[in-house]
T-cell receptor, first 113, second 115 residues
Framework: AQKITQTQPGMFVQEKEAVTLDCTYDTSDPSYGLFWYKQPSSGEMIFLIYQGSYDQQNATEGRYSLNFQKARKSANLVISASQLGDSAMYFCAMQVRRGKLIFGQGTELSVKP | AAGVIQSPRHLIKEKRETATLKCYPIPRHDTVYWYQQGPGQDPQFLISFYEKMQSDKGSIPDRFSAQQFSDYHSELNMSSLELGDSALYFC??????????????FGSGTRLTVV
């Protein structure tokens, strides 16, 4: 079965510090993609970063980086230099071949001033 | 850059009424997906279309139907609405290439409230 697990329902981080949001996945398909999305209270789903299963290097997008450990089936999101505007719900999602995204339960991040 | 357009942004309906949600994908995107996100939950896949044909189906109630038109826009039709249908409905689009999906982009969502 294909599954995404986010074990941190809520996280706190001090402004300007780094934070890691955990994500593990399960699939037997060798070809898959992993996404992270940010969902602020307004509700829109904002794409942050993508990692393909065959990508050799960890993905980075500005302050976001993805710590991809294929053998451990983990795809943790690292946010550096947290900002107050980073407070939101964060979803990890997996896509296998042509198709739908399977989402984790989400992690609510709160950035403290 | 053009994004995925969903309309309406907000919709209030009474029980047993019908609702139609519209989605306009990014130009040249050939795949459209619909998701339902209940309060405090993660998005759940409903249905998808590739080149105007249904390509996958998730936990979509029989009361719901969807289609993709010749101009690639898609509509989600919901009948006999129930209180439990109150949710945020997302549409996403992507471009299929060599079995991988690129540019997977979500619209801003339609917030449906059933009263």
């Amino acid at each position: 079965a294909q599954k995404i697990t986010q074990t941190q329902p809520g996280m706190f981080v001090q402004e300007k510090e780094a934070v890691t949001l955990d994500c593990t996945y399960d699939t037997s398909d060798p070809s898959y993609g992993l996404f992270w999305y940010k969902q602020p209270s307004s509700g829109e789903m904002i794409f942050l970063i993508y990692q393909g299963s065959y990508d050799q290097q960890n993905a980075t997008e500005g302050r976001y980086s993805l710590n991809f450990q294929k053998a451990r089936k983990s795809a943790n999101l690292v946010i550096s230099a947290s900002q107050l505007g980073d407070s939101a719900m964060y979803f990890c999602a997996m896509q296998v071949r042509r198709g739908k995204l399977i989402f984790g339960q989400g992690t609510e991040l709160s950035v403290k001033p | 850059a053009a994004g995925v357009i969903q309309s309406p942004r907000h919709l209030i309906k009474e029980k047993r009424e019908t609702a139609t949600l519209k989605c306009y994908p990014i130009p040249r995107h050939d795949t459209v997906y619909w998701y339902q996100q209940g309060p405090g939950q993660d998005p759940q896949f409903l249905i998808s279309f590739y080149e105007k044909m249904q390509s996958d189906k998730g936990s979509i109630p029989d009361r719901f139907s969807a289609q993709q038109f010749s101009d690639y826009h898609s509509e989600l039709n919901m009948s006999s609405l129930e209180l439990g249908d109150s949710a945020l409905y997302f549409c996403a689009s992507s471009r299929d290439s060599s079995g991988a999906n690129y540019g997977y982009t979500f619209g801003s969502g339609t917030r449906l409230t059933v009263v």
